[in-house]
């Protein structure tokens, strides 16, 4: 028979891993930080980018950059947000990039994302975007990205209504230079509820600790 101090460490174990699952959860949006289409060069326009549609067609339909330095020119910061590539959202134009992730109707999920503006915007203009979950317009207005070179993050707490949502950010400046796009990485959005399975671990773990508890009391 298990002494209690050895299912006081099993309990402890499950709690933790109970723990673990819920900060590990899966992000239901492909390819969220534009890792998977690999470029060698700082930059290059691509016609297709996996688990991403564009509302430009043709070989400019998306723009990913690496590093910190883009066709030749220095100071191009931020180097990535998370992995070492990111996107621009605008190649030759304005343009909007979605993708439509599975939900459960009356869910509850956390959405984030990194958002900055090219350093060498003409005239220092700031990017402008817009991010919609279905029809719902996310902000009052549109993300400003600055040009400092520094990424800034967003995270909003969304329901979804039906078996799945298009999430879409869609650029909207600056008009002035439609070329110079918002930059864009680290989407990701998960269930703000643990799976039935971290319950039953968490509820196991406490369960014991409450079992050793009372062998304790009774000893």
């Known amino acids: 028979m298990k002494t209690p101090a050895t299912l006081l460490k099993i309990a402890a174990l499950a709690t933790l891993a109970a723990a673990g699952t819920t900060h590990a959860a899966t992000n239901l949006v492909v390819n969220g930080s534009f890792e998977d289409n690999q470029i060698s060069t700082p930059y290059a326009q691509v016609s297709a980018v996996t688990g991403w549609t564009s509302s430009v067609s043709g070989n400019a339909a998306f723009e990913i950059q690496k590093g910190a330095t883009q066709g ?4 191009f910061n931020p180097v990535a947000a998370d992995g070492t590539q ?17 939900t459960t109707a009356g869910g509850t999920y956390i959405l984030s994302f990194s958002y900055s503006g ?3 915007t003409p005239g220092g203009a700031n990017s402008l975007m817009n991010v919609y979950w279905g029809n719902t317009l996310l902000t009052p207005g549109p ?3 600055n040009t400092n070179g520094v990424w800034q993050t967003y ?12 999430l879409r950010f869609e650029s909207v400046g600056p008009v002035s230079a439609p070329t110079y796009g918002s930059y864009l990485d680290k989407v990701s959005l998960v269930s703000a509820v643990p799976e039935p399975q ?16 009372r062998r304790k009391r009774q000893a």
């Open 86 to 102: 990111y996107l621009e959202l605008n190649s030759n134009r304005l343009a909007s990039v979605s993708q439509t992730v599975s």
């Open 72 to 75: 030749g020119l220095s100071g």
């Open 143 to 145: 993300l400003s990205g």
């Open 155 to 166: 995270s909003q707490s969304l329901s979804a209504l039906g078996s799945s949502t298009v």
């Open 198 to 213: 971290t319950y039953a671990m968490l509820l196991l773990g406490l369960g014991l600790m409450g079992f050793v508890a």
């Open 118 to 120: 090219r350093p060498d």
